[in-house]
């Protein structure tokens, strides 16, 4: 039996969507050979057959039926089923079904001194295996039916033939016939499992790669944050400075200390002072502009870079915030000030310069008193 299962290859756990793909298939086919038999066999009658004979009939026939056939299969091409059903089935397998028996038919009426299979029987016969998508059972059913008919009717329509000599062709046409129509079939279920699977398979690979791209955007993010404060940290300021100075930007920065936070730090430890840290970060966010960048430069220094903004705009800035910090009552009721160095890439246009003429403001400010911020230019502002 196991040969059996490797040649009837099913759709399994796909089963409906294949139904639908299959239908969908089968229904274009019958669209394109309808439209191509309606006018084939329109013109078979009007201009080929004999006026007024039977054949000419059958061609007229044929040419409605194939018109019903076009109307139904352009309904559902533009009107696509979204649930395969059992009316979808029938129509699907009509076509095959109409073209064995008027090819069956044909070859029943066949008239002449020697007796011959139609055209249209081979054509028909092997035509609906490799042009369709027939399902096992239904194909089982179709070709048996179809050739055991043809064995019985066509030597009571023909009996001057001997029925052994083309049973053995009937039948073995019509078994070829049907194992072409398996293949096919299983055929087409092997490529859409395939394509299944490389669908799944892209799809959970698209998953990954948006983890990874989630974790990796998360991995940048820490690697551009201070863990505690959660503002960007010395090495992501550097970088953002030297694109400011690379895009020849005037921009001035302010560089922050909080004044006496060691002695915060004795008497209420270091943990109240991460919570300061914290706080400090919270209202240096909240109080800078919109285009302003802020960062922890270290301990319980900070960094403002601003953007497009002079000197004296920066200790402006730098005025408020001191005014900020002096007036918020952090952890245990302690109170903190902020001492500030400003310096201007109009005076220091290289990034280490400016660096290091706002941190020699910062002590200087330091040392005339603190809570207070001392600019890079002398009477730029007031302390």
């Not at 490797?6 to 274009?28: E, I, K, V």
């Not at 019903?68 to 089935?89: D, E, M, N, Q």
């Not at 129509?91 to 073209?99: K, M, N, R, W, Y």
């Not at 016969?125 to 059913?141: E, H, T």
Request: net charge neutral; hydrophobic share 45%.
């Amino acid at each position: 039996m196991q040969w059996l299962n490797c040649l009837f290859l099913q759709p399994g756990l796909h089963s409906a969507d294949f139904s639908t793909y299959r239908f969908n298939r089968n229904n274009m086919m019958i669209l394109i050979i309808s439209a191509f038999l309606c006018i084939e066999q329109l013109i078979y009658g009007a201009f080929i057959a004999e006026t007024g004979s039977l054949l000419q009939q059958i061609y007229f026939y044929s040419s409605g039926l194939m018109a019903v056939f076009l109307g139904i299969s352009t309904f559902f091409y533009c009107r696509k089923p979204a649930v395969h059903r059992a009316g979808h089935t029938a129509f699907e397998l009509s076509l095959t079904a109409v073209g064995l028996a008027v090819a069956l038919y044909r070859t029943l009426i066949f008239e002449g001194e020697v007796f011959r299979i139609p055209t249209i029987f081979i054509a028909v016969l092997y035509g609906a295996a490799v042009v369709f998508l027939i399902p096992y059972r239904y194909s089982i059913l179709l070709y048996t039916s179809f050739t055991v008919l043809s064995v019985l009717l066509i030597p009571r329509f023909h009996p001057e033939i001997s029925s052994s000599t083309y049973s053995a062709d009937i039948i073995a046409n019509g078994i070829i016939a049907w194992f072409v129509s398996v293949m096919n079939y299983r055929t087409s279920v092997r490529g859409f499992l395939d394509k299944h699977q490389i669908t799944r398979q892209n799809e959970a690979l698209a998953g990954k790669n948006r983890q990874i791209a989630q974790v990796n955007r998360e991995l940048e993010e820490l690697s551009i944050r201070d863990s505690l404060t959660g503002l960007y940290n010395r090495r992501k300021l550097d970088v953002m400075l030297h694109e400011l100075a690379r895009e020849d930007r005037q921009f001035s920065i302010l560089l922050l200390d909080l004044d006496y936070f060691k002695d915060l730090n004795d008497t209420y430890g270091h943990s109240a002072g991460d919570l300061v840290l914290k706080d400090i970060s919270s209202l240096l966010l909240t109080h800078i502009r919109e285009q302003d960048i802020c960062g922890r430069w270290g301990g319980e220094e900070f960094l403002i870079i601003c953007p497009d903004t002079d000197l004296p705009a920066a200790c402006g800035l730098a005025k408020t915030l001191r005014k900020v910090i002096a007036g918020t009552v952090f952890e245990n009721t302690y109170t903190l000030t902020g001492s500030f160095g400003a310096a201007s890439t109009a005076d220091y246009p290289q990034v280490e310069q400016l660096i290091i003429a706002a941190d020699k403001q910062l002590y200087a400010a330091k040392h005339n008193g603190r809570n207070r911020t001392e600019p890079a230019a002398a009477g730029v502002c007031k302390p």
